[in-house]
């Protein structure tokens, strides 16, 4: 079966740094791009970028660069969305997804709900 | 303020037809064709449409996708009760060379 899975939620006080993970299984991980979708609470869906595993090459979102760190290590087939100082509004649903040609989103893990509070 | 324009809500009774506009501009919709996501209540969002009209295998075939110009249209024929859910545009967008997403638009099944 092809899917992305990633966990289920984190919690972080403003200031800290956090990476979370999106690991792909059932297909050849390096032949697909992996993209990362923001939602707040009770908000639509925001992108914030997209990586391909064959080169790690990355393509931001204006509204986050330099918000936020997308990498990954193809040898694991994992790809991360990382922060280095987390604030309140960075208080969300994040979910990663497979990419096909052209930018199809196919394949949506079930999201890491992260939370940043005091 | 989304770049692409949907209706925030949407309703019809069972059997009805309903359908959702999108609308952007020559440098997404009108240049990049456009896929749909059905986001059911509490859960992930899942490809509905891609490419403008074409349904992934197992999505039923009262949900047709189609685009003119710098619009696009969801339609759902036959309204179910399981379709109640937060559907979503989005297309590639040349000029900030990033995915861009509708609004969302709240199905409602009366």
């Known amino acids: 079966e092809v899917q992305v899975v990633q966990p289920g939620a984190e919690m972080k006080k403003p200031g800290e740094s956090l990476q979370i993970s999106c690991k792909g299984s059932?297909?050849?991980?390096?032949?697909?791009?992996i993209g990362w979708v923001r939602q707040r609470p009770g908000k639509g869906l925001e992108y914030l970028g997209i990586?391909?595993?064959?080169?790690?090459?990355?393509t931001y979102s204006p509204s986050f660069q330099g918000q936020v760190t997308i990498s990954v290590d193809k040898s694991i087939s994992t790809a991360y969305l990382q922060w280095s100082s987390l604030k309140a509004s960075d208080t969300a649903v994040y979910y990663c997804?497979?990419?096909?040609?052209?930018?199809?989103?196919?394949?949506w893990g079930l999201g890491t709900t992260v939370t940043v509070s005091s | 303020q989304s770049v692409l324009t949907q209706p925030p809500s949407a309703s019809g009774t069972p059997g009805q037809r309903v359908t959702i506009s999108c609308s952007g501009s020559?440098?997404?919709?009108?240049?990049?064709?456009v896929n749909w996501y059905q986001q059911l209540p509490g859960k992930a969002p899942q490809l509905l449409i891609y490419?403008?009209?074409q349904r992934p295998s197992g999505v039923p075939d009262r949900f047709s996708g189609s685009k003119s110009g710098t619009s696009a249209s969801l339609a759902i024929s036959g309204l179910q009760s399981e379709d109640e859910a937060d559907y979503y545009c989005?297309?590639?967008?040349?000029?900030?060379?990033?995915?861009?997403f509708g609004g969302g638009t709240k199905v409602t099944v009366l």
């Open positions: 997804a497979r990419i096909s040609v052209p930018t199809v989103m196919d394949v």
């Open positions: 059932g297909y050849s991980f390096s032949t697909y791009r």
């Open positions: 990586i391909s595993p064959h080169d790690s090459d990355v």
């Open positions: 020559s440098s997404n919709i009108g240049s990049n064709t």
């Open positions: 490419t403008n009209n």
């Open positions: 989005a297309v590639w967008d040349d000029s900030l060379d990033a995915v861009v």
